[in-house]
């Protein structure tokens, strides 16, 4: 059913699904069922004993489900996708399978929240260790590595700091010490970033944002080599439980439909909006990756093929002044969660990254002036506006 010569907006429509393989229904059916009869007790049988294919009991795979997992492998360019119930349930299924007691992660420097918070849990439980590291230089990446290392766990853009790591040269370290590299691409979405196609061994989403991009569904989806995928199937992900739910499935693909024309307007507003922030009296500093000034400007040109719909910036001013501020705007909305048609705006340090640490939290540069902002589909004229009063007014 995949063809990946496709190009990436007519796979994101048709991949992953035939309407000739169900009665003609243009749109991928929603299997809402937890299990599935077989004919004889044999067909279970054999179904059970996997020598013949087919569905059994809706943790173990559902339709809905699949269609999803095919077109997000043929998005990200890879050979099978894995879906869970939330990014953290794709997270920890794909970090429990990759690591044993007393192994060792090396981490960018820059961890969303609960990630930071299951390689704490994994440290203090099973003495699974980790350092972080801003994966600068061949040398520095290389220099981190130890003999029990099981994995690279790499975010990039950073959250909230907007920092990018240069994949392709991480792949390549991770490569020559015979290590997986995994990447967090949740802010790029697979329309302006692909890890796979730059070495990298495993993509991770959280679901909820980009790809579903209407900030109804809590999902993640992994996607990777079908071997080590079909072994977290069967392990991490089948005896923990974090699967995801048809309904979810059926809504993410019809929010990937629409992917590359919302991520571009997206981008086209967050250009917008990030030219006028910088010029704006009470703000001291703005962070996107896509302006030339930007230190890791190449490394986006390289691998992103834009700078993506978040920006943060700083406020002049202390925590109060961060906060007035949210407080001044008229329709953006406080909240976390970002990719959603809604422009979402958020205070790091007290909110995705309260449960961070002070000492590291100040290290990842995720200071009290801090705020991110999730450039939604509105007129940016309209988001500015908004902004803007509300700056003025500090
Ligand atoms: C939201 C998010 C997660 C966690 O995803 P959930 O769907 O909320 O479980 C992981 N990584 C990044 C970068 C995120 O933004």
Redesign the pocket.
């Known amino acids: 059913m995949t063809n990946n010569h496709k190009r990436f907006n007519t796979s994101a429509i048709h991949d992953g699904y035939d309407p000739s393989d169900l009665l003609g229904s243009l749109t991928a059916p929603l299997f809402q069922t937890s299990t599935f009869t077989f004919e004889t007790a044999e067909e279970g049988e054999r179904r059970f004993a996997g020598e013949e294919d087919g569905y059994m009991y809706s943790r173990l795979g559902n339709p809905t489900v699949t269609v999803l997992e095919e077109k997000m492998a043929a998005l990200e360019k890879g050979e099978r996708g894995l879906a869970f119930a ?6 920890s299924a794909i970090l429990v399978a990759l690591t044993k007691a007393n192994d060792h992660i090396l981490c960018s420097a820059g961890l ?1 929240g ?2 930071f918070g299951l390689v704490s849990m994994m440290k203090e439980k099973y003495n699974i260790d980790h350092d972080f590291s801003m994966m600068e230089t061949k040398d520095e990446v290389r220099g981190l590595i130890r003999p029990e290392t099981a994995c690279i766990y790499v ?1 990039t853009p950073i ?1 909230p700091t907007m920092k990018l790591i240069d994949l392709q040269m991480v792949a390549e370290v991770a490569h020559e010490c015979g290590i997986p590299v995994v990447v ?1 691409n ?2 790029a979405s697979p329309y302006l970033q692909r890890p796979l196609e730059l070495g990298c061994d495993v993509v ?1 989403h ?4 980009y790809i579903g991009g209407h900030g109804d569904v ?3 989806v992994a996607v990777g080599k079908k071997d080590f995928l079909d072994h977290v199937q069967m392990t991490t992900q089948k005896d923990m439980g974090g699967i995801m739910s048809p309904l979810d499935a059926w809504l993410l693909i019809r929010g990937l439909k629409t992917l590359p024309i919302r991520v571009d307007r997206h981008c086209d507003n967050a250009e917008k909006i990030y030219a006028k922030l910088n010029k704006h009296p009470k703000v001291s500093r703005v962070l996107y990756p896509d302006d030339s000034d930007h230190p890791d400007y190449h490394i986006r040109q390289k691998q992103m093929k834009r700078g993506g719909g978040l920006i943060s910036f700083e406020v002049k001013g202390t925590k109060k002044d961060a906060q007035k501020m949210l407080n001044n705007l008229g329709f953006i909305k406080i909240a976390v ?2 990719g959603d048609a809604e422009t979402l705006i958020q205070h790091p340090a007290t909110m995705t990254h309260s449960v961070v640490p002070e000492a590291s939290r100040q290290q990842m540069g995720v200071n009290d002036q801090l705020i991110r902002l999730s450039v939604g589909l509105e007129e940016w004229e309209d988001i500015w506006g908004d902004l803007e009063q509300a700056l003025d007014q500090l």
Not at 86 to 91: D, Y
Not at 206 to 209: G, I, M, Q, V, Y
């Open positions: 939330s990014g953290m349930a794709a997270v969303y609960c990630t975010e959250n967090d949740t802010f991770i959280s679901a909820t944002k809590i999902a993640g969660s970002l």
